[in-house]
């Protein structure tokens, strides 16, 4: 989200909706901290198209890495906005949406390209996410060579390159339209809701209807990595970073340092409706603690709230400023939602919350980015995927409890039956 506004209640007023036009503290994430974007350009590999005359005996295999994605630079953050505010899963406006999205990006565009000009001109999730899933595939190469060669897609919801952009791609190199092949969608969330992953997902589902049809033994057998909240290699790269972190203090104060893990909030409206979200984010966090031996006292927090409804707390902000007040002073923000830094990590958490803090002791853990034992878990996520043969997880077929989404249901039910085709592949 993680990266990302997301869902209103779909019952807030006409009245309350259009307080959303005053412009949020954060609303979308940006450029890593170590690196500058002028020096990571290169991180966006231009890789040759492969086709379908690959010698491993399954491949080649598409690897489609899905986010929420973000402007590259100030003059995309209009775009990006009304796209955003477009999509009835992640902020729904009812029958207002039509007027309502167009409204709220207008008026939010310019605070948001200032916070993006702060941090750089521009969110790095681009050129990060090239960067992971290019280095994953070449690590998928060797320890996957039944299934190789491996080629890395981006598929952004909200940014270039959009999913249509992405599945256009898919056909021009040679998957689909009567040649097959095979895909991988690979959520870049690791903790699943239907206001990120899910809308990916449904977005994919569309365009694959659109440029595909109905399918048949021709078209791109697909199959879905939805969540890995707790997968090892993703705990060890968060306890690493958390590490190095407390490094930093002296030892006399390490062990009473406080981690604040900080992760996208949701709507009540969300939460009560069923989603995952939240009890997967939990599962991560108290993973990374058991990896850390529960050496510090802890506490999971959410930040990025937008608009009048009642969100996920506590927030960020507020737990931050209360413990400072109560002298707790030592704070190590954990980013536990975001696979790369952007502008939830750069400006919300580093230049509002770190900034207003007003103490030395508050300190952010960087972000995974091109943490080698980050790519090295995304490329052993993505091998035991292809080895086990499955469409999905089990969870992805279950929807929420208080689902009304024919849309949701209709891509679900596509995906988990993508399983009978892979099986008789």
């Excluded at 599945?167 to 206001?195: E, H, I, M, W």
């Excluded at 709230?305 to 960020?316: C, H, K, N, R």
């Excluded at 007040?325 to 580093?350: N, Q």
Aim: hydrophobic share 35%.
């Amino acid at each position: 989200m993680r990266n990302s506004v997301t869902s209103l209640s779909r019952r807030a007023s006409t009245a309350s909706m259009l307080q959303l036009t005053a412009p949020p503290t954060t609303c979308l994430r940006a450029a890593s901290r170590s690196i500058p974007i002028s020096s990571r350009r290169s991180m966006a590999t231009v890789v040759p198209p492969v086709t379908q005359d690959a010698t491993s005996s399954k491949g080649p295999t598409a690897m489609v890495f899905m986010n929420m994605g973000g402007p590259s630079t100030t003059g995309e953050v209009g775009d990006f906005l009304s796209r955003l505010f477009a999509d009835a899963d992640l902020i729904p406006l009812g029958r207002f949406q039509s007027y309502l999205g167009p409204l709220i990006s207008r008026r939010r565009t310019p605070k948001i390209e200032k916070q993006y000009a702060a941090i750089g001109g521009g969110s790095p999730i681009r050129k990060w996410s090239e960067y992971q899933s290019t280095e994953m595939c070449k690590i998928l190469d060797r320890i996957s060579p039944e299934t190789a060669p491996h080629k890395p897609y981006v598929a952004f919801r909200y940014a270039d390159p959009l999913t249509e952009e992405m599945y256009s791609r898919l056909l021009a190199d040679g998957f689909g339209n009567g040649k097959g092949g095979r895909a991988v969608a690979f959520t870049q969330y690791p903790q699943y809701s239907c206001s990120t992953t899910g809308s990916s997902l449904n977005e994919l589902w569309k365009w694959r209807t659109r440029l595909e049809g109905k399918g048949g033994e021709g078209a791109i057998k697909w199959s879905v990595i939805d969540r890995w909240p707790v997968h090892s290699g993703l705990v060890e790269a968060f306890a690493k970073n958390v590490e190095a972190q407390l490094a930093t203090y002296p030892e006399e104060r390490r062990k009473d340092a406080v981690l604040l893990f900080s992760a996208h909030s949701l709507p009540m409206s969300v939460v009560n409706r069923g989603d995952t979200y939240p009890a997967e984010v939990a599962a991560t966090v108290y993973a990374v603690m058991q990896r850390l031996g529960f050496s510090n006292p802890y506490r999971l927090c959410w930040q990025s709230q937008v608009g009048p409804s009642a969100w996920l707390g506590a927030q960020t902000s507020d737990t931050v400023s209360a413990y400072v007040k109560a002298g707790k002073t030592d704070l190590i923000l954990i980013p536990i939602a975001f696979t790369s830094d952007h502008i939830e990590t750069l400006f919300e958490l580093d230049q509002e919350v770190i900034h207003e803090a007003g103490s030395p002791g508050v300190k952010r853990a960087e972000s995974l980015n091109g943490n080698p034992v980050f790519i090295q878990a995304l490329a052993d996520i993505a091998a035991a995927h292809l080895k086990s043969g499955e469409s999905c997880s089990k969870q992805m077929g279950l929807r929420c409890q208080g689902c009304v989404s024919e849309r949701c249901g209709e891509q679900k039910k596509f995906f988990v039956g993508q399983q009978e085709v892979l099986s008789a592949a």
